[in-house]
C-alpha cells in the first residue's frame, strides 16, 4: 500500500501549479481602449521591444474604464527604474478605484523602464536617460526607440498625464509636485494633491537633439500634465505611496472623474523656480539642512570636510528658500549636489 501512496504523492508534486495572472494577461501592440467595457478593470502587457533571443520586452498596463463618459487620466511611473514608490501608487489607486464610480477612464502604466528595473538603476539599459529620450524615434538607437513606441501608444489615449518620479540616488525628496501653474486646472491640482512643497514649471520642451521627459512630449501634444516627486529611490515608502495614491484620488475629483468633495490638505509651499546648490571642492559632504526646511539668507547648509575631519568650506544659503530636496551621498567631488532649493517670493534674488 505504501508505493501507489508515494507515487500518488510523486504525481501530485508534480502536478502544474495554477499559473500566475501574468501569465494569463494579453500582450499588445496598443492599448487597446476601444475594446475595454465600461465599468471593467483590465490588464495588459504592452509590447515596447525585444531581447537579444527576439523575446517581447514589455510594460505593465492597468485600464480602469470607468461606466460614465469622461477624461483619460495618463499615470506612469519608474521612467526611471530605481523610483518605484510610484508603481506601488499606481497598484494602490487601481485597488481603490470602483470603476461604477468612475467618469472617464484612467491609463496606468505602472513601470515605464523595465529594463532599469530590473537592473536596480535610473537608466535605461542602453545607459541613457530615457526621460530625456521622448517624443523618440522609430529608427533611432535602443532608448529612442523604446520612448517613440510609449510616446505613440499611450499620449494618443490621453486627456491629462500625471508622472511618478522619486529622487535619484545619493538625495532624498520632499513630496513636491511640479506643473504650469498658468494653467488653472493643473494649479487646483497643485495646490489640493497635499504635496509639501509645489514647484511652478513649464517643462523644458522636447525636440533637443537628445529629446525631452515624458511631461514635455505630452505638453507638445497640448496635454496638460504634472510630475510627483514621490520621496527617496529603489524603496516602497509607505507614507509617500498613501499620499500619493491619496493626491491622485484629489486630482481625479478636480478632474471630475470621480465624485465627492475635496479632501482637505494641507497647503503647500509654493516655489516659482528652483535651483541646485553644488560644491566647488572635493571632500567629505555633510549636509545640515533638514528637508522641508525654511532657510534664511546666510544660514549654513552644509560642511565639507577633509579625510582627517579637518573642515575645508563650509556652505550657506544664498538667498532665502525652502529645502525641496538635499543630499544623502557624503562622498563628493568638486560639482556635488549639495541641495535643491525652492524660490517662494518674485522679488527674492540672490
Ligand atoms: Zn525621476
Redesign the pocket.
Known amino acids: 500500500m505504501k508505493t501507489p501512496f508515494l507515487l500518488l504523492l510523486a504525481c501530485l508534486s508534480l502536478a502544474p501549479v495554477a499559473r500566475p495572472q501574468s501569465e494569463a494577461t494579453p500582450l499588445v501592440d496598443s492599448v487597446p481602449m476601444a475594446h475595454a467595457l465600461p465599468g471593467t478593470i483590465s490588464h495588459y502587457w504592452l509590447r515596447i521591444g525585444q531581447d537579444t533571443q527576439g523575446r517581447p520586452e514589455s510594460v505593465p498596463v492597468i485600464l480602469v474604464r470607468g461606466v460614465k463618459p469622461g477624461p483619460v487620466l495618463g499615470v506612469v511611473a519608474a521612467?526611471?527604474g530605481n523610483?518605484l514608490n510610484g508603481i506601488r501608487v499606481i497598484q494602490e489607486l487601481a485597488a481603490t478605484l470602483d470603476p461604477k464610480n468612475l467618469s472617464g477612464t484612467v491609463l496606468a502604466v505602472p513601470g515605464m523602464n523595465p529594463g532599469g528595473i530590473a537592473r536596480h538603476q535610473?537608466e535605461h539599459p542602453d545607459g541613457t536617460d530615457l526621460?530625456r529620450a521622448f517624443p523618440g524615434k522609430g529608427n533611432g538607437n535602443r532608448s529612442q526607440q523604446t520612448a517613440y513606441t510609449l510616446t505613440t501608444a499611450l499620449l494618443p489615449h490621453l486627456d491629462y498625464l500625471a508622472d511618478l518620479?522619486?529622487a535619484?540616488f545619493g538625495r532624498e525628496n520632499t513630496l513636491y509636485l511640479r506643473a504650469d501653474l498658468a494653467h488653472d486646472t493643473l494649479a487646483r491640482v497643485a495646490v489640493s494633491f497635499g504635496a509639501d512643497i509645489v514647484l511652478n514649471s513649464k517643462e523644458a520642451s522636447a525636440g533637443t537633439q537628445t529629446g525631452g521627459t515624458f511631461r514635455a512630449a505630452a505638453a507638445a501634444r497640448g496635454i496638460p500634465g504634472f510630475t510627483v516627486?514621490l520621496g527617496d529611490p529603489q524603496v516602497f515608502q509607505p507614507d509617500m505611496i498613501r499620499r500619493g495614491a491619496a493626491g491622485l484620488l484629489q486630482a481625479m475629483r478636480i478632474l471630475d472623474m470621480l465624485p465627492g468633495v475635496l479632501e482637505e490638505a494641507p497647503q503647500p509651499i509654493v516655489c516659482i523656480r528652483s535651483y541646485w546648490i553644488y560644491t566647488d571642492q572635493g571632500g567629505m559632504l555633510e549636509v545640515l539642512a533638514p528637508l522641508g526646511e525654511r532657510l534664511t539668507q546666510g544660514e549654513p547648509i552644509a560642511v565639507l570636510r577633509d579625510p582627517f575631519g579637518r573642515e575645508i568650506r563650509r556652505y550657506t544659503a544664498p538667498q532665502a528658500g525652502v529645502v525641496i530636496g538635499r543630499s544623502t551621498n557624503p562622498a563628493a567631488e568638486n560639482g556635488a549636489r549639495i541641495l535643491h532649493l525652492g524660490i517662494e517670493a518674485p522679488g527674492d534674488q540672490p
Open positions: 521612467t526611471h523610483e535610473r526621460n518620479h522619486t535619484s516627486e
